[in-house]
């Protein structure tokens, strides 16, 4: 297989670390969404990453379809996700409210770095900084402990860590220890873990 992104975008690295906690090989493609725009589409329409390509060439977009698919890969015993209802219901929630997370710290990236000084928009940048805040408030009044779900590693855990993991290395005055002390010890817990260890936060 291989894995087509950056490791600085939560996306592709919560499905690198979903890959190295199964055990599965594959190489990666460094492609970037900016600098090998046309490259990435070529794997992907949209231009974006990650992108899956499989053992027989079927390429597969988006994180979310990507650990779908790996869950079914590896089946219900192994999966990082419940199959069905109420309990998975409730790892989608966090799931939901970390890859919001994810969205806005990248969002909020492209707004303070990709535009001129003078085309910022403070409304906008704050509007981001508060639905990040929100989304850590709710993920630490959310965990159970000492994972995310409870006493097992789950897909909540790699989705909220990976999004952490933006927000620390490109916002780093939006993660307040001392405000989600709960959340901030998960995350360097979880970092110091081989999954996380193998596909560490990077440029490329």
């Not at 010890?185 to 996380?196: D, H, I, K, S, V």
Request: charged content about 25%; aromatic content about 6%.
């Amino acid at each position: 297989m291989i894995l087509y992104g950056l490791m600085d975008s939560p996306f592709v690295r919560r499905v690198a670390v979903t890959l190295c906690h199964y055990g599965l090989k594959y190489e990666r493609s460094a492609l970037s969404v900016f600098r090998d725009a046309d490259a990435l589409r070529a794997v992907n329409p949209l231009g974006k990453a990650p992108a899956l390509e499989l053992d027989d060439g079927e390429l597969i977009f988006d994180s979310e379809m990507i650990l779908d698919h790996l869950d079914a890969e590896v089946g219900p015993a192994r999966a990082l996700m419940p199959a069905a209802g109420p309990e998975r219901r409730a790892h989608q929630r966090v799931v939901t409210v970390a890859l919001g997370l994810a969205e806005k710290s990248v969002a909020l990236n492209g707004e303070l770095n990709r535009r001129a000084a003078g085309k910022i928009d403070p409304d906008w940048v704050a509007r981001h900084q508060v639905q990040i805040a929100s989304a850590l408030d709710w993920l630490e009044a959310t965990l159970a402990g000492p994972w995310m779900m409870g006493p097992d590693l789950s897909q909540a855990d790699i989705t909220t860590v990976t999004s952490i993991g933006h927000v620390e290395h490109r916002h780093s005055a939006l993660f307040d220890a001392n405000a989600v002390p709960r959340l901030a010890e998960l995350a360097a817990r979880a970092e110091t873990q081989a999954p996380f260890n193998v596909a560490p936060f990077s440029d490329s």
